[in-house]
Protein backbone atom coordinates (compact mmCIF):
# COMPACT_ATOMS: atom_id res chain seq x y z
CA UNK A 1 0.00 0.00 0.00
CA UNK A 2 3.12 2.20 -0.67
CA UNK A 3 1.50 3.64 -3.36
CA UNK A 4 -1.47 5.15 -1.22
CA UNK A 5 1.15 6.95 0.66
CA UNK A 6 2.72 8.74 -2.19
CA UNK A 7 -0.61 9.70 -3.35
CA UNK A 8 -1.18 13.78 -2.82
CA UNK A 9 -4.38 14.40 -0.08
CA UNK A 10 -6.40 17.34 -0.46
CA UNK A 11 -9.33 18.51 -0.34
CA UNK A 12 -10.88 21.31 -2.22
CA UNK A 13 -13.72 23.14 -1.76
CA UNK A 14 -15.65 24.90 -4.53
CA UNK A 15 -17.58 27.80 -3.32
CA UNK A 16 -21.20 28.78 -3.82
CA UNK A 17 -23.53 31.13 -2.86
CA UNK A 18 -25.27 29.25 0.27
CA UNK A 19 -23.89 31.43 2.51
CA UNK A 20 -25.44 34.60 1.42
CA UNK A 21 -28.52 33.14 1.00
CA UNK A 22 -31.04 35.13 0.51
CA UNK A 23 -35.03 34.59 1.61
CA UNK A 24 -36.63 32.32 -0.51
CA UNK A 25 -34.01 31.57 -2.39
CA UNK A 26 -33.45 27.84 -1.79
CA UNK A 27 -30.07 26.45 -0.50
CA UNK A 28 -27.43 24.65 -3.04
CA UNK A 29 -25.39 21.88 -2.23
CA UNK A 30 -22.10 22.71 -1.78
CA UNK A 31 -19.77 20.72 -4.48
CA UNK A 32 -16.76 19.43 -2.98
CA UNK A 33 -13.66 17.15 -4.65
CA UNK A 34 -12.54 14.37 -2.25
CA UNK A 35 -9.23 13.00 -3.30
CA UNK A 36 -8.70 10.18 -1.26
CA UNK A 37 -7.92 6.75 -1.61
CA UNK A 38 -10.52 4.18 -2.03
CA UNK A 39 -10.17 0.50 -2.08
CA UNK A 40 -10.65 -1.73 -5.22
CA UNK A 41 -12.35 -4.42 -4.58
CA UNK A 42 -11.98 -6.64 -7.81
CA UNK A 43 -8.22 -5.99 -7.41
CA UNK A 44 -8.23 -7.04 -4.01
CA UNK A 45 -10.14 -10.07 -4.50
CA UNK A 46 -7.52 -10.45 -7.07
CA UNK A 47 -4.94 -10.27 -4.23
CA UNK A 48 -6.55 -12.33 -2.01
CA UNK A 49 -6.85 -14.91 -4.97
CA UNK A 50 -2.86 -14.75 -5.74
CA UNK A 51 -2.11 -15.11 -1.69
CA UNK A 52 -4.42 -17.89 -1.24
CA UNK A 53 -2.67 -20.13 -4.01
CA UNK A 54 0.79 -19.34 -3.01
CA UNK A 55 0.11 -20.60 0.06
CA UNK A 56 -1.79 -23.52 -1.25
CA UNK A 57 -5.43 -23.06 0.28
CA UNK A 58 -8.06 -23.67 -0.71
CA UNK A 59 -11.56 -22.04 -0.67
CA UNK A 60 -13.29 -24.96 0.91
CA UNK A 61 -10.23 -24.96 3.47
CA UNK A 62 -11.18 -20.41 3.69
CA UNK A 63 -14.99 -21.55 3.83
CA UNK A 64 -13.92 -23.89 7.21
CA UNK A 65 -11.51 -21.31 8.68
CA UNK A 66 -13.92 -18.97 8.54
CA UNK A 67 -16.98 -21.31 9.80
CA UNK A 68 -19.44 -20.24 6.64
CA UNK A 69 -21.52 -23.29 5.52
CA UNK A 70 -20.92 -22.64 2.07
CA UNK A 71 -17.97 -20.70 0.08
CA UNK A 72 -20.62 -17.91 -1.63
CA UNK A 73 -18.58 -15.17 0.56
CA UNK A 74 -15.29 -16.40 -0.37
CA UNK A 75 -15.71 -16.87 -4.09
CA UNK A 76 -18.15 -12.82 -3.82
CA UNK A 77 -14.15 -11.73 -2.10
CA UNK A 78 -12.65 -13.38 -5.02
CA UNK A 79 -14.49 -12.03 -7.48
CA UNK A 80 -14.57 -8.17 -6.28
CA UNK A 81 -18.39 -8.40 -5.06
CA UNK A 82 -17.85 -7.59 -2.00
CA UNK A 83 -15.00 -7.35 0.65
CA UNK A 84 -14.46 -9.66 3.94
CA UNK A 85 -15.21 -7.48 7.09
CA UNK A 86 -12.46 -5.84 9.44
CA UNK A 87 -12.95 -8.75 11.39
CA UNK A 88 -12.87 -11.03 8.77
CA UNK A 89 -9.67 -9.40 6.68
CA UNK A 90 -7.51 -9.30 9.79
CA UNK A 91 -8.09 -13.17 10.57
CA UNK A 92 -7.71 -13.73 6.11
CA UNK A 93 -4.33 -11.25 6.75
CA UNK A 94 -2.94 -13.45 9.49
CA UNK A 95 -3.93 -16.52 7.66
CA UNK A 96 -2.10 -15.47 4.80
CA UNK A 97 1.11 -13.94 6.54
CA UNK A 98 0.44 -10.47 5.06
CA UNK A 99 -0.89 -7.26 6.67
CA UNK A 100 -4.04 -6.17 6.00
CA UNK A 101 -2.30 -3.00 4.19
CA UNK A 102 -0.76 -5.37 1.82
CA UNK A 103 -3.79 -7.29 0.91
CA UNK A 104 -5.86 -4.66 -0.09
CA UNK A 105 -5.52 -2.24 -3.41
CA UNK A 106 -6.25 0.95 -3.35
CA UNK A 107 -6.43 3.34 -5.89
CA UNK A 108 -7.50 7.79 -5.69
CA UNK A 109 -11.01 8.62 -5.49
CA UNK A 110 -12.91 10.84 -7.59
CA UNK A 111 -15.06 13.94 -7.34
CA UNK A 112 -17.82 13.66 -4.84
CA UNK A 113 -20.86 15.72 -3.99
CA UNK A 114 -20.93 16.39 -0.34
CA UNK A 115 -24.29 16.71 0.99
Known sequence: MAA???????RIVVPDDA?????GRP???????MNYPVINP?????????????????VPYLRDYFGFSTTNAIYK??????LPSLDNMFA???LLGESVND???AECGDERTAG
Open 42 to 58: VETGRRINRLRKSKGLS
Open 4 to 10: VADMEMH
Open 27 to 33: LQKRRTK
Open 77 to 82: WLRGDT
Open 92 to 94: LSL
Open 103 to 105: ILV
Open 19 to 23: GSNPV
